[in-house]
């Protein structure tokens, strides 16, 4: 017996209501769960589903019928998007930068120079606050900017647009290169030509003692903030962390943090910056099925007994840019720690919670982070509609 993957999307759409793009996403995790964790047992397979969890999370979490209610269930997490109200729109990241551009924390942001427009628009270019002005706006805008900064970043500025993802441009003396790799004029041509809905912006590089674990890309933070809930509709805005990790590149990652390309994720206390004893990588990227790791892959750097740079100024600024968008009821922010502070990369409005969640805590142990997900209706979604579906698309 296999999953109908397309049958039980169908189902999860017409009867459990779910969200028409998250419901792809759902399926898709779950395809490469069964994938990492397959869970031959149709009883073990049964109990989770109908507690609302992959049935791999039984290995990945090591779930038992006394702990697993401190951990989020894959169908209610899924069920609850959106967990923002209609602030959502401030969070595409060309609209977040003008969000961020006052009540001091515009120093979070990075430099915008252009926004690139959508096929509707013919990706037509528009210029942004930080574009040097003696730039002729022309077909040689982009080569000239870059020749000006040495690097950018490109960025689609929602989801995955444009088809490329997240771009390094550099130009090394006469040679160029995308994401560390050579590339010629007729391939710059092409992104500079084929962009769309893309956001072109200064390259942040990462503080130097990060580089101890990776050097050849930047470490990303992503820290997970849930505003808490209150009976008291005057009281000051509180927010408590729920998930703080760090990502680093990889061989096998082509030098991306993003876990799902291969990255390498550790954990850290938020209130301290003190890195996890143990980090991981997602099982399908260890052939030896060793995911849990005490040191880098191929630098064999470890981390245990160290922690983030300069962190309690870090975390004060999280903390300033949380109390600024707190119409926002939940993100997860993506940070660069550079030497001189920090740059938010994009604030995400419904970040993963799987792997996070051996990384740092069951999430749903954190009080008042259990608290804001009950509030938000964890409670009421019923995992038996997944768990039926899920059987009946069994071929």
């Known amino acids: 017996m296999a999953t109908n993957y397309d049958k039980l999307l169908e189902r999860m759409r017409t009867e459990a209501g779910m969200d028409y793009r998250w419901s792809a996403m759902f399926v898709k995790k779950l395809r490469d769960d069964e ?3 397959p869970v031959p047992d149709e009883d073990k397979k049964r109990w989770a589903l109908e507690r609302g969890f992959y049935p791999g999370r039984i290995e990945l979490y090591g779930l038992t019928e006394d702990n697993y209610m401190q951990y989020m269930p894959d169908f209610q997490y899924f069920m609850l998007h959106p967990l923002n109200n209609h602030f959502l729109k401030w969070l595409d990241k060309t609209t977040l930068k003008y969000v961020m551009n006052s009540g001091g924390v ?8 252009a926004y690139v427009e959508n096929e509707l628009c013919r990706g037509r270019y528009t210029y942004l606050m930080d574009c040097p002005r003696d730039i002729p706006r022309d077909k040689d805008f982009l080569w000239n900017l870059l020749k000006r900064q040495g690097v950018l970043a490109l960025k689609p500025n929602s989801g995955t647009s444009g088809g490329f993802g997240f771009m390094k441009l550099e130009l090394r003396g006469d040679e160029l290169y995308e994401n560390n790799k050579r590339i010629g004029m007729d391939r710059f041509e092409e992104i ?30 992503r820290v997970t ?8 509709k005057f009281a000051e805005t509180t927010w408590t962390c729920a998930i703080s990790f760090a990502r680093f590149g990889s061989v096998i990652s082509g030098g991306a943090s993003n876990l799902s390309s291969g990255g390498v994720g550790i954990g850290f206390d938020f209130k301290t910056g003190k890195y996890k004893d143990y980090g991981l990588r997602y099982r399908r990227f260890t052939p030896d099925g060793n995911w849990m790791l005490d ?4 630098t064999n750097a470890q981390w245990k007994g160290d922690g983030l740079p300069n962190w309690e100024f870090v975390r004060s600024k999280i903390e300033a840019v949380c109390q600024h968008v707190s119409s926002l009821d939940y993100m997860g922010m993506d940070v660069i ?3 001189e ?14 792997y996070a969640q051996v990384m740092c805590s069951p999430v749903l142990s954190i009080p008042k982070v ?3 997900f009950e509030h938000k209706g964890l409670r009421k979604q019923d995992p038996s509609v997944f768990c039926r579906a899920y059987f009946d698309s069994q071929e």
């Open 337 to 339: 720690i550079t030497e």
């Open 35 to 37: 994938a990492a964790f």
């Open 341 to 354: 502070g920090m740059i938010i990369c994009e604030i995400n409005s419904h970040p993963a919670m799987d």
């Open 225 to 232: 903030m849930c505003k808490d809930y209150t009976e008291d």
């Open 106 to 113: 515009e120093d979070t942001m990075p430099k915008y120079y």
């Open 192 to 221: 500079r030509d084929t962009i769309r809905n893309y956001i072109i912006t200064e390259y942040c590089y990462q503080n130097h003692e990060l580089a101890k674990i990776w050097p050849d890309s930047e470490c990303t933070l």
């Open 370 to 372: 259990r608290e804001f």
């Open 295 to 298: 040191r880098h892959p191929d």
